[in-house]
């Protein structure tokens, strides 16, 4: 969806950036999470 790499992805989850929810088994960055990522980059 953002077309980073996994390396990239992995820092913006430890910085704090994207927002990581575990379900399961399942680790999901909400669609929210990315939106606001992105209007911050715009800003």
Known sequence: MLGIGKTKL???IGS???ELVHIGRRSLILKSSIDDFVARLRA
């Open 16 to 18: 704090g950036e994207l």
């Open 10 to 12: 992995y820092e913006l």
